[in-house]
Nanobody, 126 residues
Framework: QVQLVESGGGLVQAGDSLRLSCALS????????MGWFRQAPGKEREFVAA???????AYADSVKGRFTISRDNTKNTVNLQMNSLKPEDTAVYFC????????????????????WGQGTQVTVST
C-alpha cells in the first residue's frame, strides 16, 4: 500500500519562500507521476504542480514562475519549492501519486491520482 507523508508547511510572510516535501513508501517511487494540490477554506481542491515519471512538469497558471516541483527517485521524495509567496497561496497542500502507463504526462486531474497524503498547512500573512 502506498503511503504519502508531507512536511515543510508553516506560517510565513508574503514574499517569503517555503519548501514542501513528500515521502512515498510502500511501492517503487519511480513508477508514479507525482502531484501537488491545495485546498483553501471554502474552496475546492485545485491543482498546483505535477511531475511525470520522466520529469515532464505542469503548473497551474497561478504559480508558474514562482513554484518549482522536483523529485528525487533515490530518496523517494517529491518537493515543491514555493517562492514569492502570496496570501492567496494559503491552503492545505496535498501530495498525490498516480500510477500511470504514460511516463511523460504530468497530469493535473485529481481523479487520476489514487494516493493522497494527509496534507500540510501553508499560511501566508500580509
Amino acid at each position: 500500500q502506498v503511503q504519502l507523508v508531507e512536511s515543510g508547511g508553516g506560517l510565513v510572510q508574503a514574499g517569503d519562500s517555503l519548501r514542501l516535501s513528500c515521502a512515498l513508501s510502500g511501492r517503487t517511487f519511480s513508477w508514479y507521476t507525482m502531484g501537488w494540490f491545495r485546498q483553501a477554506p471554502g474552496k475546492e481542491r485545485e491543482f498546483v504542480a505535477a511531475m511525470s515519471v520522466r520529469g515532464n512538469t505542469a503548473y497551474a497558471d497561478s504559480v508558474k514562475g514562482r513554484f518549482t516541483i522536483s523529485r528525487d527517485n533515490t530518496k523517494n521524495t517529491v518537493n515543491l519549492q514555493m517562492n514569492s509567496l502570496k496570501p492567496e497561496d494559503t491552503a492545505v497542500y496535498f501530495c498525490a501519486a498516480a500510477a500511470t502507463t504514460s511516463y511523460y504526462t504530468a497530469t493535473a486531474r485529481p481523479s487520476e491520482y489514487g494516493y493522497w497524503g494527509q496534507g500540510t498547512q501553508v499560511t501566508v500573512s500580509t
